[in-house]
């Protein structure tokens, strides 16, 4: 049975449902940061009902209008995609009276398809990643991968509009899926809540963390999946100067094949330097950005990155980045200005896999060890970055502009 907040009253307004998978405590990815603060705008622009998967969102700090669906029990111990389309159709029945329906991600986008077909609205998709440009999925779900892939396909096809989070992030869709007119698809930018993401002066969650805030450090944040690249990031380490610290914020890995990869990498290094901390666990936000303000560099070695809103949360941080100039994130991160990014030929069957790994693991290292060796010009990226992210990522703009595509496909009244 599914569990809905406190339904939020109807004033009149438009009425808009947000489909995705993550939300509030249950996020774990860029996406499901995106669509929390994305929600916490559109508020005050429209009666919003958000539509998620997981447990209850009944407590104190849960807002109205948010309704949470567990995995059918009938589909316990299936395929994990055929799950996820389980709840798609509950989530779809759930959007019964709604203006528009928008969906985040392949694990929602079912949802939203048949929504629109089913409610007879308009069905409006952000792309945060393609499933085509993610082959190695097929390890983690199996024959599931091509039930995502399907279900990403015929949303994308028969949406009124796509959002897509950066100017590469569109290229990547109009490759991927020819099919989906270019007129169709409209770049909005992924934001940053610089009021809450902002320098941080405590350091009582890097020493109970076992960081020294005295000492150098390289920071990771992410997943541990194949598209962070965090395996390059933890060769080029081995090149980083001894008294640098690598601090891993890095969980919830995809399959065991990469968690065992990325086991062997950090005990090599454990190895040979001292000041390898890996925190596997998800932390706080709070933490997090105190992390990330501490820390002398911040490193994205990702391979496929749509957009890489952990960059702006570094740059509002105050912190330089060095990062694969791969994806979205030349257009969040300004080289030789806010940071160092790091050119990459990669492969163009899907997988983005450098091919020249040896060479890319250099470059990473080689800007990672320039900006550790000038700490004033890396100071002075930090305090570029945070600029950059307070004037060109604000939220509240990025929820009018997301109105703005919302008016765009609604009929008129």
């Known amino acids: 049975m599914r569990n809905v907040a406190e339904t939020a009253p109807d004033d009149g307004r438009l009425r808009i449902d947000l489909l995705t998978r993550e939300y509030p405590p249950e996020v774990y990815g860029g996406a499901g940061v995106h669509v929390e603060y994305l929600a916490r705008e559109l508020r005050r622009l429209a009666d919003l009902r958000v539509h998620c998967f997981g447990s209850p969102r009944t407590g104190p700090d849960d807002p109205a209008g948010v309704t949470a669906y567990p995995e059918p029990v009938e589909l316990a111990g299936a395929n994990p995609a055929l799950r996820t389309m389980g709840v798609d159709l509950a989530m779809a029945a759930g959007c019964a009276g709604t203006d528009l329906v928008h969906s ?3 694990y929602a986008n079912l949802a939203g398809h ?3 077909l089913l409610h007879g609205v308009p069905h409006v998709v952000t792309v945060h990643s393609l ?9 983690q779900l199996g024959g599931g991968y091509a039930l995502s892939s399907w279900s990403e396909r015929t949303a994308l096809g028969a949406a009124d509009a796509v959002i897509a989070v950066s100017a590469g992030m ?3 869709l109009l490759a991927a899926y020819p099919e989906v007119p270019a007129e169709r698809v409209r770049v909005v930018h992924n934001g940053i809540d610089t009021r809450q993401y902002a320098p941080d002066p405590g350091t009582d969650v890097l020493r109970r ?6 000492r150098p450090s390289v920071t990771y944040v992410g997943r541990v999946t194949r598209q962070k690249g965090l395996p390059y990031l933890l060769r080029a380490a081995r090149s980083l100067p001894p008294e640098t610290q690598l601090v891993l914020l890095a969980g919830a890995p995809d399959t065991a094949e990469i968690a065992a990869e990325v086991e062997s990498l950090v005990a090599e290094l454990r190895a040979t330097r001292d000041g390898v901390v890996w925190v596997a666990e998800m932390l706080p936000k709070h933490e997090v950005i105190q992390v990330l303000s501490h820390t002398t560099v911040f490193a994205c070695p990702s391979i496929y990155e749509p957009m890489g809103i952990v960059n702006l949360e570094a740059m509002a941080c105050e912190t330089a980045v060095v990062a694969t ?3 979205g994130i030349p257009e969040v991160v300004t080289d030789g200005e806010t940071g160092l990014l790091v050119g990459i030929e990669q492969a163009n069957d899907g997988t983005g896999t450098p091919l020249a790994p040896e060479r890319f693991v250099a470059d990473l290292a080689a800007a990672l060890n320039t900006l550790l060796a000038d700490p004033d010009r890396t100071a002075a990226f ?3 970055g945070r600029s950059r992210a307070v004037e060109h990522f604000s939220w509240d703009a990025i929820a009018d502009r997301t109105m703005g595509v919302y008016r765009s496909v609604l009929p008129l009244t």
């Open 114 to 116: 048949v929504a629109k």
């Open 382 to 384: 930090g305090r570029a």
């Open 325 to 327: 100039a791969t994806g």
């Open 170 to 172: 569109k290229r990547d």
């Open 131 to 139: 499933e085509p440009l993610r082959p190695w999925k097929a390890e």
């Open 104 to 106: 985040h991600t392949w």
């Open 209 to 214: 963390l076992g960081v020294d805030p005295d």
